[in-house]
C-alpha cells in the first residue's frame, strides 16, 4: 500500500465505500500503519492520490481549487501578533456574559453583539494519565511560559493567550451525552481528552467560552506565522507517529496531540490515534456535514475539512477572545462592539496612583482589585508616560463613549445593555423601570465604586468609568468626564470627575 496516502477526514464517514476483511487485530494495525484505501468522494469520483511529499487526496474536480474552503483570505491584521508560549495568571472569574456554545452557529464576532466573558470554576484537579505506555496531556511539559488555569467540571485546564485568543492548551475531557473516549477506554481519555460528537462539543463549552468557528482557526494560524506552517507550531513535541518523524515543535505551547478520532457509524469505530488530530469547528457546511479542523502527522499545515454531524467524534479546544498585558501578565477577555474593541474587564494593573476598593496603600492587593480592577487617580493617571493601558489599548475619550452608546440602542438604555447580570445592588427604587443589566454584549460593565478624598464608596451600585475628555462644567477646574453606570437607572450618565478622584479604568483598541 501507498504509505503516503493521507487520511484528511480520518477515514470516517466513508465506511459505506469499502469492506474491510475479519482480522481480529485489524484495529490496531490499522492505527499503526494508517494504510492507503482508494475511496469514492461524494461526488463519486475516485480520489487523486497527490504525487507530492505530503501525499495529498484531492479530487479530481478541484485539485487546484479551494472552493471548499469557508475561511475568508483575509483575517483580521489587529488579531494576529503573538508571542511564543505567551500566557499569564488565571483570569477573573468575575466577568460575566453569555456563551455562545449552546447556539448551532457561531455569531460573527463583526456584529454588533459581542461574546462572553466568564469562566466555571471547579475545586477538583485534573485528572492524571493511567497509562505509561504514551505520554498524557497532564504530564506534558510544555515549553516555558506563565500559563493561565481554568477549572471546570472537576478538572483543571492549561490555557495559553495567543495573538488576541485565549485557547485551552489541552483537549476537552468533560464527560458530555455523545462524547466517548477512544476505543472506549479511560486511559486513552486521560492522556488525549474525550471524543465529542458535533452536538456535543457544543454544549460541552464553560461559560463564557465557545468552540471556535473557522475564522477563528484561521486567526490562530496567522498568529503563530501562517497555515504553512501552523501544525509544526501547534502539534506537542510527543505522541506524533512512532518514530517521531511527525512531533511539533509547540512552540506557542497550544500542545496538540495525535488523539485520533471516532467514526460510530463505520465499520472501523476509531483510527488515527498517533497520526492525526481532528477538532470540530462550531460552523455547519449543510444538513448533513460541518467544518472540522484537522493537523497530519507528516504535514507542517493544518486543513479545514467537512466531516459527517451524524457519526463523527472529534476533539475539543474551547476558546475566548483576550489579550495579554505583557507588564504583568495579566489576562483580560475582550469584545468586539459595533467597530470598536474593548476590553471586557476593568484594568487591574498597579501604579502608585492607584487602589484598591476600601484600601488607601496603593501597593496593597485585596479581593475587590480581582473582582473589579483597581481605581486609578484620575489627574495622575491620564499624565502617565505611555499611558496607564497596555501596548496597543488607550483610555478612551466622550466620543468612544458616545460611539460604544449608539452601537448599544443608544445612551437612554446603554446601562442595561452594558451592566454585567450580577454584582450590582437589587433595584428598589421604581418598579416601573427594569434596571438590570442584561450584558448582551458582553462588555460586563461592574460597579467598582471609587475613591474620593481618601474614602471609598459606591461598590454595587456604580460604575464610575475614565475618559480622557475635559469637563465643561462651569467651576469644575481640572476635572474630566466620567461615565457613570446607576444600579437603579437604565441610562448611562456623563459626570463630572474631580482630578484628585479615583475611578475605574476600561481599555478601548487603537483605531487600525
Not at 495559553?160 to 451525552?177: K, R, T, Y
Request: net charge negative.
Amino acid at each position: 500500500m501507498n504509505s503516503k496516502l493521507r487520511f484528511i477526514s480520518l477515514v470516517f464517514g466513508l465506511s459505506s465505500l469499502i469492506s474491510f476483511s475479519a482480522c481480529t487485530d485489524y484495529q490496531e494495525e490499522f492505527d499503526n500503519n494508517f494504510g492507503a484505501l482508494e475511496y469514492a468522494d461524494d461526488s463519486g469520483e475516485i480520489p487523486v492520490i497527490d504525487s507530492s511529499p505530503s501525499g495529498d487526496i484531492l479530487s479530481s474536480s478541484d485539485e487546484d481549487s479551494n472552493e471548499n474552503d469557508p475561511v475568508s483570505s483575509s483575517v483580521d491584521d489587529a488579531l494576529s501578533s503573538a508571542n511564543p508560549a505567551s500566557s499569564g495568571a488565571e483570569q477573573s472569574s468575575s466577568s460575566k456574559g453569555k456563551s455562545s456554545s449552546s447556539e448551532k452557529t457561531k455569531e460573527s464576532s463583526s456584529s454588533g453583539k459581542g461574546s462572553s466573558s466568564s469562566s466555571a470554576k471547579s475545586s477538583s484537579s485534573f485528572v492524571s494519565s493511567s497509562s505509561s505506555s504514551a505520554q498524557s496531556s497532564s504530564s506534558y511539559e510544555p515549553p516555558e511560559g506563565n500559563y493561565g488555569k481554568m477549572e471546570y467540571r472537576g478538572q483543571t485546564y492549561r490555557t495559553v493567550v495567543i495573538g488576541n485568543q485565549l485557547w485551552m492548551a489541552e483537549n476537552m475531557n468533560a464527560d458530555e451525552d455523545g462524547s466517548v473516549c477512544y476505543k472506549d477506554s479511560t486511559k486513552y481519555c486521560d492522556m488525549y481528552g474525550r471524543l465529542y460528537s458535533w452536538d456535543a462539543a457544543m454544549k460541552v463549552c464553560p461559560e463564557g467560552w465557545r468552540l471556535p468557528d473557522t475564522t477563528d482557526w484561521s486567526i490562530l494560524f496567522k498568529s503563530v506565522g501562517g497555515k504553512e506552517t501552523a501544525a509544526t507550531h501547534l502539534k506537542a513535541t510527543s505522541s506524533w507517529d512512532s518514530n517521531g518523524d511527525g512531533n511539533g515543535d509547540d512552540k506557542f505551547g497550544f500542545s496538540a496531540f495525535a488523539a485520533g478520532g471516532s467514526d460510530t457509524g463505520s465499520d472501523l469505530k476509531y483510527a488515527g490515534k498517533g497520526n492525526s488530530a481532528a477538532f470540530w469547528t462550531s460552523e455547519v457546511k449543510n444538513s448533513y456535514d460541518a467544518w472540522g479542523v484537522e493537523m497530519y502527522w507528516a504535514d507542517s499545515y493544518p486543513t479545514i475539512d467537512e466531516e459527517p454531524l451524524a457519526s463523527n467524534r472529534r476533539s475539543v479546544r474551547c476558546m475566548k477572545d483576550a489579550i495579554q498585558d505583557e507588564r504583568d501578565g495579566q489576562i483580560y477577555n475582550i469584545v468586539k462592539i459595533g467597530n470598536q474593541t474593548w476590553m471586557a474587564q476593568n484594568l487591574n494593573y498597579k501604579t502608585d496612583d492607584s487602589y484598591c476598593y476600601g484600601e488607601n496603600n496603593a501597593q496593597t492587593t485585596n479581593k475587590y482589585c480581582e473582582t473589579y480592577g483597581r481605581l486609578y487617580k484620575i489627574k495622575k493617571t491620564l499624565e502617565m508616560t505611555g499611558g496607564v493601558c497596555p501596548g496597543g489599548w488607550h483610555v478612551p475619550n466622550v466620543d468612544e463613549w458616545q460611539t460604544l452608546f449608539d452601537a448599544v440602542e443608544g445612551k437612554n438604555s446603554a446601562a442595561i445593555h452594558l451592566k454585567s447580570k450580577s454584582d450590582w445592588k437589587e433595584d428598589d427604587y421604581d418598579d416601573n423601570v427594569d434596571s438590570r443589566g442584561i450584558d448582551d454584549y458582553g462588555f460586563s460593565a461592574l460597579p467598582g465604586g471609587q475613591r474620593v478624598a481618601g474614602a471609598f464608596t459606591g461598590r454595587g451600585e456604580n460604575a464610575w468609568l475614565l475618559s480622557t475628555t475635559a469637563s465643561k462644567t462651569s467651576g469644575c477646574s481640572g476635572c474630566k468626564y466620567i461615565i457613570n453606570f446607576v444600579y437603579s437607572l437604565p441610562d448611562a450618565a456623563f459626570s463630572d470627575g474631580v482630578e484628585e478622584n479615583a475611578v475605574s479604568v476600561r481599555c478601548i483598541k487603537d483605531a487600525e
